[in-house]
């Protein structure tokens, strides 16, 4: 005697009803926030080898080595002192004009950097993402670690030539760590955000140049700050000063020159740092935790 049929307890189900029943997930599915934050922590013994591998070999073939993350921004320092502080004029009025351009140019430096940097963090390291299973956040971190690293370097050249110009050494120069703490939040999420935007638009690295150096004219590396208000509209002046490598600038700038003229207030400047820092420090790694799939996938 034939027996009837029994209908199979899957069937008519979708395939995401079936992996639900079954406890099946999508392989590679990003984690929430708070696993992915967690799983960062523990990577961060990888991040930080891979970072110190990154500065050895950008200067391994290199015959004064890691000399050059010194003689870099002295270089740029003294063309843009000939350009603009002989030719243009543009050192007068401001006090120290030699350790106030350099000040600036190794602060943007530092972001420029991280940047430039970031930008091929995802793009430039997708056979490691196929091959090796890891948040991919790790990448654009390591970038800002091994920047970080170069601008202590090159911290340590930039007070000499503080000193050498006639700085005196003050209690104020203490805060030159909190300042670089902050610039590094800041500079962690913005490594993130380019990073995410570098992985679909290949094409933005050929950009980021010009965008840089358009970003450094406005921030008063190379010029006094007073000069924004002399020559744009109050609307203009208002969005320049609000610019947070002008921000990050001024406040190395109070720290280690006495006589700085500064576009706000010292303690306004450190409160809207300290602001820049939360919102693209926080921000870019939500963008960034927010594209986790789609890094390594063509």
Known sequence: MAHPAVADADSG?????????????????????????????????????????????????????????????LTNAAVYYLVFGVILSTRQGVPNFIAYLCVGLFVF?????????????????????????????????????????????AMVVLVAIV????????????????????????????????????AKATDLKQLMPFIMRTWMYGSGVLYSVDKFAQNLPDTLTAVVHANPLLIYIELFRHALLEGTVLTNPAPQLWLMGIGWALLVGVGGFIYFWRGEQEYGRG
């Open 13 to 73: 189900l979708t395939g995401a009803q079936l992996a639900a029943r079954h406890g099946l997930k999508i392989a590679g599915a990003r984690p929430s926030l708070a696993a992915y934050t967690r799983l960062l922590w523990v990577y961060r013994h990888f991040t930080m080898a891979y970072a110190n591998a990154k500065l050895v070999s950008s200067f391994g073939q290199a015959r004064l080595g890691r000399l050059w993350q010194v003689l870099t921004p």
């Open 163 to 198: 000193l050498i110009t006639g700085e005196p050494i003050t209690w104020e120069w203490l805060l030159v760590l909190p300042a670089m703490l902050v610039q590094t939040v800041f500079n962690a999420g913005l490594a993130m955000i380019v990073a995410r935007l570098g």
């Open 109 to 153: 430096n530092f972001t420029q950097s991280v940047v430039n940097g970031g930008t091929q963090a995802i793009s430039g390291n997708v056979n490691m993402i196929r091959g090796l299973h890891f948040p991919r956040a790790c990448l654009p971190v390591a970038v800002t670690i091994t920047q970080l690293q170069n601008f202590v370097s």
